[in-house]
């Protein structure tokens, strides 16, 4: 069975086909990541426009490389949410042209879905059940993963998201966008250690994420260090960065060593564009050594936002019988929980 993703969510304009949800045909991505850096950040409508531009280009592309035509296609299967709005339109209202002129089944697909099932496009990936960590610059949750199309919500970032966080202080920092790669790039030469930085846990027990009292304290603190020239000599911006970088991974670690304890499984999944960040990566691979579990995370091309990923999960709804009609919609807001399970 072969699917065609289609991916514009935010503000990458991607498409990938894929076979029987696992074997990766083709994966095709635009960057916007230089239209968007004077900025320093995602301007939606500029974002809209980018997609109507690309759109065309990047699904035709992944068809050539995968040497494939439509009429080799089982499903055409697209993000519907969550996003931003324009951005998701774009991508809809291509996918349902496509799907109405050749005549394929049309499958709407949740955007946290293709993350949490990113991991099956790899070689090696795990059974289920298994706890997996989505975080991203729009999104930080953990789940509960029981199956395909079986996801339960443990925890939610209840303000900016892991990703958001980083991209705010690397603009307080002047680092340009996008700003997870600034900081990362910047923490080498900085010392993790050199400022106490909070830790918002909430409480001992809690799985939900916060990151704007992180965010508050290091505008704080640059805001003085810019001013006190002798602090300025001690510690540098890479030592900010560095500092700031350990925070949100020892929240992130701590959070997720948690949620596998409490769900009670030994396999936990990372993916999402924070989860190519090396210090994270780092940071796994020593408590899965010390805690004997089995961690997993996609390729850094399959973390970021891509169509590869929304094929997966479409061929799964689509041999579950799902489809979907020429009424559907957009939702900027998509909880995993919505979702229909999978029988």
């Known amino acids: 069975m072969i699917i065609l993703g289609i991916d514009t969510s935010c503000d990458d304009t991607s498409s990938g086909v894929v076979e029987d949800g696992c074997r990766v045909l083709s994966n095709v991505v ?10 320093g950040g995602i301007v939606p409508e500029l974002a809209s426009r980018e997609h109507l531009k690309n759109i065309m280009p990047v699904v035709h592309t992944a068809l050539k490389q995968a040497g494939t035509d439509f009429k080799d296609l089982d499903g055409i299967a697209v993000t519907v949410g969550p996003g931003l709005v324009g951005s998701l339109l774009v991508g809809l209202y291509y996918a349902k042209a496509l799907a109405y002129v050749h005549d394929i089944p049309l499958i709407a697909v949740n955007h946290l879905e293709g ?26 949750s953990l789940y509960h993963v029981t199956g395909y199309g079986h996801y339960s ?28 790669i600034a900081i990362e790039k910047l923490s080498v030469h900085g010392d993790p250690n050199k400022i106490a930085f909070p830790r918002a846990m909430l409480d001992k027990n809690s799985l939900d994420f916060s990151f704007s009292g992180l965010k508050t304290a290091v505008a704080l603190f640059i805001k003085k260090w810019s001013n006190d020239l002798s602090q300025n000599r001690e510690i540098s911006s890479a030592d900010i960065a560095a500092s700031f970088q350990e925070a949100v991974v020892d929240v992130l670690v ?15 999944v990372v993916a999402g564009g924070v989860a190519c960040n090396k210090r994270l990566r780092t940071r796994l691979s020593e408590i899965a050594e010390e ?37 559907q919609d957009v939702r900027s807001k998509f909880p995993v929980a919505d979702l229909n399970p999978m029988t």
């Open 30 to 39: 635009h960057s916007q990541t230089e239209l968007h850096h004077p900025y």
């Open 291 to 327: 805690n004997d579990l089995h961690i997993y995370c996609p390729r850094a091309q399959y973390c970021t936002d891509n169509g590869a990923m929304i094929a997966v999960a479409g061929y799964h709804r689509l041999l579950n019988g799902e489809k979907a009609d020429f009424f």
């Open 115 to 140: 993350h949490i099932l990113s991991i099956f496009m790899e070689g090696k990936h795990p059974d289920f059940p298994f706890v997996a960590l989505t975080v991203s610059g729009g999104h930080t």
């Open 254 to 268: 701590k959070k997720l060593l948690l949620s596998q304890r409490i769900c009670g499984v030994r396999t936990v």
């Open 153 to 180: 919500l443990l925890g939610q970032t209840l303000d900016d998201a892991a990703g958001e966080a980083f991209d705010k202080v690397a603009k307080i920092l002047g680092l340009g966008y996008p700003g997870g």
